[in-house]
């Protein structure tokens, strides 16, 4: 790993917390944020292991978003749905529980944004269903390996992601716009970027688009509707994969009576190798 791609500490983080989850496995950063120690971004943590985004809705629209991933693979392509009432990953992880192990999660209350909070054990019911949703922080990892720069990692902040005016496939009582995140990369490695990001269908695959932001619907590349701006250098082009905010920007669309998610960059660190979801 080059000078340029080195992690950078997110703020607010303990310096010895850091450390600890530079050199943890997919378990023991899982233990470490489940205790309260970690809040923050998992962009480059556990490289080679596949993160995942987080959706949790009530029984009585779980079938509409099941429903919905399978006509919308790209932003919302399922690594697990749990049992009704479960609050354990059995699939992609284990000593995994949904309501613990992820950094940060969003509250929503037919579609508006209620709380943000470290755990949901007590809004946990016994109606919920979870569903676990490929992350394309997962290919972030291959994309470093092969010598391309994430830049929100050297800043040490957060993915930008963008609600597009690219509409999904509506199913039932779901439907809503394609959130995509970007990652600037030169023009000279725009194409390895494709085809390695392309060989992992299962964390959003290819990128959705490249080049001008306003051909998606993006008004201002600088302002984000989730996590960060990145700084885009002479010689880069602004590339945008499908990403599994989507379903936020679902739950906002749909107004469901109550959803749970992750909070935008904050994932869940799963046992599964990279390598085993290569198309």
Not at 104 to 109: F, Q, S, V
Not at 139 to 150: D, K, P, R, T, Y
Request: proline share 8%; charged share 20%; aromatic share 8%.
């Amino acid at each position: 790993m080059t000078e340029n791609h080195t992690l950078t500490k997110p703020a607010g983080v303990d310096d010895t917390v850091w450390q600890q989850m530079l050199s943890a496995t997919p378990q023991q950063a899982r233990h470490l944020i489940r205790s309260g120690a970690y809040a923050a971004p998992t962009s480059g943590l556990c490289p080679g292991y596949a993160q995942a985004n987080l959706i949790v809705l009530p029984k009585e629209q779980a079938f509409d978003f099941l429903l919905f991933a399978q006509r919308n693979p790209k932003p919302c392509p399922l690594l697990e749905v749990t049992e009704v009432g479960k609050r354990e990953a059995t699939i992609c992880a284990t000593d995994c529980d949904i309501a613990t192990d992820f950094p940060k999660y969003r509250i929503y209350e037919y579609g508006q944004l209620v709380a943000e909070v470290d755990s949901v054990a007590d809004y946990w019911r016994d109606d919920l269903v979870a569903f676990v949703i490929g992350c394309s922080f997962s290919f972030e990892s291959e994309l470093i390996e092969a010598g391309i720069e994430m830049r929100h990692n050297t800043m040490g902040c957060n993915v930008p992601m963008y609600l597009t005016g690219v509409a999904c496939t509506p199913a039932g009582s779901m439907s809503g716009n394609m959130v995509m995140s970007m990652r600037p990369i030169p023009y000279n490695q725009v194409v390895k970027a494709t085809q390695i990001s392309g060989a992992i269908p299962k964390v959003h695959g290819a990128p959705m688009h490249i080049g001008d932001p306003a051909a998606i619907g993006v008004k201002d590349i600088n302002k984000p509707e989730f996590g960060d701006a990145v700084e885009i250098h002479a010689g880069e082009v602004p590339v945008f994969w499908a990403c599994g905010v989507t379903p936020q920007s679902v739950v906002m669309s749909s107004k469901p009576p109550f959803a749970i998610t992750h909070a935008p960059g904050h994932m869940l660190i799963t046992d599964t190798k990279n390598v085993d979801l290569k198309g």
